[in-house]
């Protein structure tokens, strides 16, 4: 990356991160037995994998893992240019399950609900948990996150940018001053 | 792209771009809720001045699936039979405010005419023996989702294709995707001049069995005088018409596609037609899919109004 970028997490802390977070997981849901992990596209979709792979490594539960793409259910689609569609890929039943939503970044809180109507028409979990590797304010709807790996006070003038080994062969979280 | 009126006008580029787009429609179609809210507020006007029913259905089934209302007006019945214009009927119907028509027409070049008079993204169901880019989209979708890429398939078109809306485009779509296509028709039923078509031809069905990965029928089209070339239908089955016996000689995994509606004994025996070969209905559910790509493309984001 450039110089004018500052790192906030590096790699190693990102794997730190991803680690405590999949203990609270565990924690919280006495094992994780009926938890499904659900990755936003497109950087939430390795995290969740991340996760689900250090739970393994825990306590050898394997959880299911899911992909949801939010291109049509965002509410700015007249702003924005017509996107490529990511999959969509719920590999159980949802009904009755904890849902664990993954994404990078929470920022204004529109991503998320627009990820909570694509669930709804999917199936109804018993409960919908938010996890996010960074939350950097600014929220415009009243959405918080269960799990964050670091809180990072931003200006709207900043831009907080996620990389992950399995998208951009590098891991890590930068700001940048716009 | 703010109209889809002919397949000539996609580059290999924008066909895959658009196949993509429709595989993750074909996902959202076999959900238990298969509808999302990409178009809610939206109007989507049909204006179907031939008669149709899978492909109008088919439109308004993509319209609702993503959420957008459908305005549909057909001329039986309608203020057509009183006489109005084209041009009026396209322009009482714009007033209505609909974001975007589907038309569908018997003469050439009548979608560009609506597309001019209205100033509104149009989609073309089909105009005369012209183009039908949407039949050839879903054609090379459903392909390409059995398949995968297209290069060096080998595909035969039997039928009427002088008459065919469909022959033209889906030949279209699958040349540019690098597809082999032969033309197969007794001569009267071949287009005049083919230097622009880039394809082969072929006089009668036996030529190509052994040799295509897909054989796709067309039906004799009656009401714009195909049926006026040939003796009898028994001697265009004997030449043209893929039977029980011929469906044999064809390859183990080839594959036989019909756009419909389709005349059972005639161009295709009704056991191949129902038969494991046959993309018939994954040609219709996946047009489904391949509407909401096109609809998707030119309601949502800069392009849209």
Redo the contacts between chains.
Sequence with gaps: MEDHLSQVLTADDVDRVVRRISHEIIERHQGAKDVVLIGIHSRGVPLAEKIAAAITGFDGTRLPVGELDIGLYRDDRRQRPTARLGRTLIPVDLTGTQVVLVDDVLYTGRTVRSALDALSDLGRPGRIELAVLVDRGHRQLPIRADYVGKNLPTGSDQRVTVRVDEIDDESGVWVEDL | MSSLLTIESLTRQDIE?MI??AG??R??LD???P????LVGKTVSLLFYEVSTRTRLSFERAAKA?SADTLTFAPGGSSVAKGESLKDTALTLQAMGPDLMVVRHKATGAPWRVAEWTGLPVVNAGDGAHQHPTQALLDVFTLHRRLGALDGLRAAIVGDIRHSRVARSTSQALVTLGAEVTLVAPRTLLPVDLTEWDVATADGIDEVLGEVDVIYLLRIQQERGGGDVFPSIAEYVGRFGLTRDRAEQLSADALVMHPGPMNRGVEIDPAVADGPRSLVTDQVTNGIALRMAVL??LL?????A
């Design positions: 771009e993509g787009l993750g429609f996902e959202v959900r238990d809720v509808k999302v809210p990409t993503l998707y493309s949502s984001g800069e392009g849209a």
